[in-house]
């Protein structure tokens, strides 16, 4: 019987106009490269040739250029497109309580912008963030289990799509500074809507569920902030976040990710 022992990391690659990656190296020597659905990079390790008992270590290294950038919502005007208004895993905008919750927000608003900051305002205002290193969804954000930045941002682009408005899910890292080291972790999650006169426009309501950071987290992109995958379940991750490992027939023998971690510092 053939066996499979393969390892799926995704790539951080350029993502204009929010970064630009001005170097990257894998230390592994055999890989191959590929882009999933979402246009996600990902890279895949065949490790089916590793002797019992021995391990791989893979190290990928990055230089990331980061943009702040900020958005005129003046004109708020015209047609939204149909795509990204989907239901989909975890972000159920279907779901009559997500509907309702939306339609009841969207009263007394005047433009899609005025919607999506309802939206935005009414995630940072109720939610309360625990760190629960799940992955609930949407629907789940309304319940009492508490939330993390998945579920502020499945619920964000579930209010979103339940009024007709472009979301799309973000993953990445984030550059753990003052003042918002005790704000979220280094695996991070946000989100883009699509406004009329304005285009795709990022929104991270974790960061922004304190008012007093309220406004610098809506249609504005802070540069701490790196995009690893698009989408909020890319086939590639199988469920997962940012890599994914596959052994076949599983079970004969015991496989294990020893470590997976971040290491992060501004270029001077």
């Known amino acids: 019987m053939p066996s499979k022992h393969n390892l799926w990391v995704a790539l951080i690659d350029d993502q204009p106009p929010y970064q630009e990656v001005l170097e990257r190296s894998i230390s592994a020597d055999k890989y191959e490269i590929f882009s999933d659905e979402y ?13 019992p008992g021995e391990s791989l270590e893979v190290e990928i290294d990055y230089q ?3 943009n702040r950038l900020a958005y005129d ?6 047609d939204l497109p149909p795509f990204f208004t989907q239901p989909e895993y975890h972000i159920e905008s279907n779901n009559p309580q997500i509907l309702a919750l939306s339609e009841d927000l969207s009263r007394g608003t005047k433009t899609a912008c005025d919607r999506a900051r309802a939206f935005y305002d009414y995630v940072g205002d109720h939610l ?7 992955n609930w969804g949407a629907q789940a954000a309304l319940g009492e289990m508490g939330a993390d ?21 973000l993953e990445g890292v984030l550059y753990l500074d003052e003042p918002i080291n005790e704000m979220a972790k280094t695996e991070h999650a946000w989100l883009e809507v699509y406004l009329p006169g304005v285009g795709w426009t990022p929104v991270d309501p974790t960061l922004g569920r304190a008012l007093l950071f309220r406004n610098d987290y809506f249609a504005a992109y802070t540069p701490d902030h790196i995009i ?12 997962g976040s940012y ?13 294990k ?3 997976f971690h971040w290491s992060l510092s501004p270029i001077q």
């Open 149 to 169: 930045c998945s579920e502020y941002t499945s619920l964000t682009i579930a209010l979103n799509r339940a009024a007709g408005i472009p979301a799309r899910y």
């Open 243 to 255: 890599f994914s490992h596959i052994y076949w027939p599983g079970n004969s023998a015991v496989i």
């Open 64 to 66: 990331v250029k980061v």
């Open 257 to 259: 990710i020893e470590d």
């Open 128 to 134: 309360v963030y625990t760190y629960n290193g799940r």
């Open 39 to 51: 246009g996600n990079q990902m890279a895949e390790f065949d490790l089916v040739g590793l002797p």
């Open 228 to 239: 690893v995958t698009r989408g909020r379940n890319p086939s590639a991750l199988r469920g």
């Open 73 to 78: 919502l003046s004109h708020c005007e015209g």
